[in-house]
């Protein structure tokens, strides 16, 4: 089984600034994604295998990483952009999503 | 614009058969790029893969919910099925069905989600 861990579990931040995301995974899988989530709404994919920006992502949100440490990093942090992210690993056939870090405002 | 969108009763009793469709418009789910699966999320918590099944029938499911869980498939009517056995409090959640990409696994299409409450 492959085991998720992503920290922090919450950030207190402000508009404008900077934000850095970890997820660390048990063991290698195939793909490493990123979702958001808003209260009552489904998730949004964000990036997909570890570094592409899905359609219509702004371009402040970027990805990287590889095996098992991945990144999700916010160049600055618009309103909009206070939620809770998820990432999820693909691989065995299996998805696995990490227990999220919430993004809150300061 | 694909769209998806979950069916199926509000509440469950306990020991009972959880059951839920969703149907997807905008787009064929016999395409060859896409499984088709479930993902659910209790009340202030976070997301679970329940499983998954491709338009020729193969299923991938989560090792923990396995032995409860079976998904179908119909390509006539263009949606997917989840029925989920044995229910107790621990399967109430937000239930969402989400199209998942063959290469990569990346979920990119997500239905609104629709709450399952186990009644007494």
């Known amino acids: 089984e492959i085991v998720l861990t992503q920290s922090p579990g919450t950030l207190s931040l402000s508009p404008g600034e900077r934000v850095t995301l970890s997820c660390r995974a048990s063991?290698?899988?195939?793909?490493l994604q990123w979702y958001q989530q808003k209260p009552g709404q489904a998730p949004r994919l964000l990036i997909y295998?570890?570094?592409s920006r899905a359609t219509g992502i702004p371009d402040r949100f970027s990805g990287s990483g590889s095996a098992t440490d991945f990144t999700l990093t916010i160049s600055r942090l618009e309103p909009e952009d206070f939620a809770v992210y998820y990432c999820?690993?693909?691989?065995?056939?299996?998805?696995?999503f990490g227990q999220g870090t919430k993004v809150e405002i300061k | 614009q694909l769209q998806l969108q979950e069916s199926g009763p509000g509440l469950v009793k306990p020991s009972e058969t959880l059951s839920l469709t969703c149907s997807v418009s905008?787009?064929?789910?016999?395409?060859?790029?896409?499984?088709w699966g479930w993902i659910r999320q209790p009340p202030g918590r976070g997301l679970e893969w329940i499983g998954n099944?491709?338009?020729?029938?193969?299923?991938y499911y989560n090792p923990s919910l396995r032995s409860r869980v079976t998904l179908s498939i119909d390509t006539s009517r263009n949606r997917f099925s989840l029925k989920l056995s044995s229910v107790t409090a621990a399967d109430t959640a937000v239930y969402y069905c989400?199209?998942?990409?063959?290469?990569?696994?990346?979920?990119?299409?997500w239905g609104q989600g629709t709450l399952v409450t186990l009644s007494a």
């Open positions: 989400a199209r998942m990409a063959v290469v990569g696994g990346a979920c990119d299409y």
């Open positions: 905008g787009g064929s789910i016999s395409s060859i790029d896409y499984y």
């Open positions: 099944i491709y338009y020729r029938g193969s299923t």
């Open positions: 063991q290698s899988g195939t793909s």
């Open positions: 295998a570890a570094s």
């Open positions: 999820q690993l693909y691989g065995n056939s299996l998805w696995t």
